[in-house]
């Protein structure tokens, strides 16, 4: 079986013993809240600076070519979000990525790889980041303060100095830090197989750190309808599961945690997986989130990405998800999806594409 199973494979049963024994059913039309998280970078594999600049204005060229072909329920085309890494900051880069930002296609958050830091280090790389990506128009503004505020991805997975070998973090109290500097959202998990991995799996719930303790994520409060919670931060995961059509050996089944890759494409039966976690706010289950992640810089990623097999996945998504009587499907950035869980956390009625920008709107 796969290794590090054992760090969440507790939860995985509890999940399926209350599918088996939830006798309610509810008969409203199902929202589904559709997001393409991508940890893109252009410099993987430390490749050269001509590499990295084919690497961006291949998506800057050819993403917004097939998005266009594909429309949600509400008209909107799917949007891409690119958690760039701030350590490695390129005005090129952000220049080039802010243009297909302003024509609607994408949105830019922030990935951060860091290791051996300290609160203070920390917080200086976040601030930084927010300095560096704002001023070409990305991240988001609270509609309320005008404050900047951004999307979280920790490089190597590693948020809360989760890894067993302290490496790519050193930061225990990193959620915390992170809410001070403005996130609105961690969107890091699932991370199976990797030891990284939380005990939580697919839900959508508040977490809290502690300077003492590492990977304190492994805990948390559901975000529920008409709830209120203070805590550090808003953990928004992906769908986590097996795939028993796909086994090893032709025993053991494989993990789906949503990745999307060049040797791994996005087939029906992996969307039909996604969907059926069912990863909801509590009180609401009619509003289901879908977030799915990829490493979208890589050529082998990318073909698929831009290619035949992502326009494939758009295609199944509205042909099955968005029937207009069953389903109805939104394609939303990361941004957009945290406005519409907060709106579902408020209690607000009416349809989910009212609240793309409930709370949090684009600083472009």
Avoid at 98 to 115: N, S
Avoid at 174 to 191: H, N
Wanted: glycine share 6%.
């Amino acid at each position: 079986m796969a290794k590090n199973i054992n760090r969440w494979i507790g939860s995985y049963l509890k999940q399926e013993l209350k599918k088996v024994f939830n006798t309610k059913r509810h008969h409203k039309k199902v929202h589904v809240m559709f997001s393409c998280v991508d940890h893109y970078e252009p410099d993987w594999h430390d490749a050269d600076e001509k590499t990295q600049l084919e690497r961006v204005q291949r998506w800057v060229e050819k993403y917004p070519a097939l998005a266009k072909k594909h429309k949600d329920a509400d008209g909107c085309h799917p949007r891409h979000t690119f958690f760039y890494p701030a350590e490695v900051y390129n005005s090129v880069h952000l220049d080039l990525l802010a243009k297909i930002c302003k024509q609607g296609f994408a949105e830019v958050e922030v990935h951060l790889h860091h290791d051996n830091d300290t609160e203070e280090t920390l917080r200086i790389k976040l601030e930084k980041a927010k300095k560096d990506f704002s001023q070409h128009g990305l991240l988001s503004r609270r509609k309320l303060s005008g404050q900047i505020r951004f999307g979280f991805i920790h490089g190597n997975w590693a948020l809360n100095n989760s890894r067993k070998d302290g490496c790519w973090c050193g930061v225990n109290d990193e959620a915390r830090i992170l809410a001070d500097c403005g996130c609105y959202a961690d969107f890091t998990y699932p991370s199976a197989p990797s030891e990284t991995q939380p005990k939580i799996i697919n839900r959508i719930y508040y977490t809290r750190s502690h300077p003492l303790k590492a990977k304190t994520h492994n805990y948390g409060v559901d975000v529920k309808t008409g709830r209120h919670t203070k805590a550090h931060l808003l953990m928004v995961q992906g769908p986590l599961t097996f795939n028993w059509t796909k086994r090893k050996k032709g025993i053991f089944p494989r993990i789906e945690n949503g990745d999307i890759t060049g040797a791994n494409p996005p087939t029906k039966d992996r969307v039909d997986l996604w969907i059926k976690q069912y990863i909801s706010v509590k009180g609401k289950p009619d509003w289901i989130f879908v977030k799915v992640y990829t490493h979208g810089a890589p050529e082998k990623n990318a073909h698929t990405l831009l290619g035949n097999p992502m326009d494939e996945m758009f295609s199944y998504l509205e042909e099955k998800y968005n029937d207009g009587m069953n389903f109805a499907l939104h394609y939303v950035s990361a941004r957009e999806m945290f406005n519409i869980i907060k709106a579902a956390e408020a209690g607000e009625q009416g349809l989910p594409g009212e609240y793309r920008d409930y709370i949090l709107e684009k600083n472009i």
